[in-house]
């Protein structure tokens, strides 16, 4: 077969046109976690098929729990956390490959767990969380991602200490922070949401308008104009469904509360697809013993006033685990 086009251009053996790839997520990666022990365990949510139960695929490079993931389209980066110490290490999951052991990458500039992750296509930010001795961070440490396996390098502090907040981010100017819990002995839970610049990352965050009530323990996950903030606790063992979103561009007023999750939980992460829908997997009641969720809620951004929807679970039931999103 051959092609000709008037003026003397000739094609020959046929066209392929090869397609461009995914300019957004198509799945969220589901790592690490808590019930009768600490996981390695990695769980993968293909996002046109999130009926079904969750594929396990690779492990991280060592148990972990109490963690937080950002990444971009390719790569993700799984941060901090709690073994049996507080941990600074990073273990990263390439998405083409995710059956492979993730791979152990340079560590964070501080060791804690209970962090907080928010990011670009470039850089990773981690904040917060809490040591062994226990004092709290506001720490913020980034990692570059094309130099990963050097020391992420300290950046400006949060204006609050974040001890198992959520994190959102428009995915390239700010990054939004629920602070969750601030020195347990002075101050306590909180509502404050404090904002990251990227470009100015050397100074303190900024305070914006609170969340619609005080709570820690929850799940942050955001399209580019909008972030949501899902579940959480506050005391023992009172623990949330209730959902608020974060308008981007008008942060400074109160959270809205939107759609509650199909049940109360806390510990749980989530991940997005950046413009329709954000998933928030596991997660816990908070009771000891209690039950660990292999639940998975969908957000439908566009009709965040109803309750969310039940998807496929994940492969097994955890609480304080992790999660990123990018293309499979």
Avoid at 81 to 100: E, F, K, L
Avoid at 108 to 117: K, M, N
Avoid at 195 to 204: K, N
Avoid at 307 to 321: C, F, I, M, N
Wanted: hydrophobic share 30%; with cysteine.
């Amino acid at each position: 077969m051959s092609i000709s086009i008037t003026g003397g251009i000739s094609f020959s053996g046929g066209v392929g046109i090869t397609a461009a790839p995914p300019s957004t997520p198509t799945a969220g990666w589901f790592a690490g976690g808590q019930d009768a022990g600490n996981y390695s365990i990695v769980d993968r949510i293909t996002y046109a098929t999130d009926t079904a139960t969750a594929s396990v695929r690779g492990p991280l490079n060592g148990t972990r729990y109490n963690s937080a993931g950002t990444g971009n389209l390719n790569y993700g980066w799984i941060a901090g956390s709690r073994n049996t110490v507080a941990i600074s290490s990073v273990s990263r999951i390439t998405y083409a490959t995710d059956t492979d052991t993730a791979s152990n990458r340079g560590p964070l500039s501080y060791s804690a767990y209970g962090i907080t992750a928010n990011g670009t296509d470039t850089y990773g930010w981690f904040a917060g969380g809490i040591t062994e001795s226990p004092s709290d961070y506001s720490t913020v440490s980034r990692i570059t991602y094309a130099t990963d396996t050097g020391t992420a390098s300290t950046r400006g502090s949060l204006s609050g200490c974040s001890y198992h907040g959520g994190a959102t981010t428009d995915s390239t100017t700010y990054g939004w922070i629920g602070v969750g819990y601030d020195n347990p002995s002075t101050i306590g839970y909180r509502s404050i949401v404090t904002r990251i610049t990227y470009a100015t990352d050397t100074g303190t965050s900024t305070i914006r308008g609170p969340l619609s009530l005080t709570r820690s323990g929850m799940a942050g996950t955001g399209s580019t104009s909008y972030g949501w903030f899902a579940g959480g606790r506050i005391g023992f063992p009172t623990v949330y469904s209730s959902v608020d979103r974060i308008d981007y561009a008008n942060d400074t007023a109160t959270a809205s509360v939107r759609g509650p999750l199909t049940m109360a939980k806390t510990y749980s992460a989530a991940s997005t697809d950046s413009t329709t829908y954000g998933w928030f997997g596991g997660g816990s009641n908070f009771s000891i013993p209690g039950p660990r969720y292999s639940s998975v809620d969908r957000i439908t951004y566009a009709t965040d006033t109803v309750t969310a929807t039940a998807r496929g679970p994940l492969s097994l039931g955890r609480s304080y685990l992790a999660a990123t999103s990018g293309v499979q």
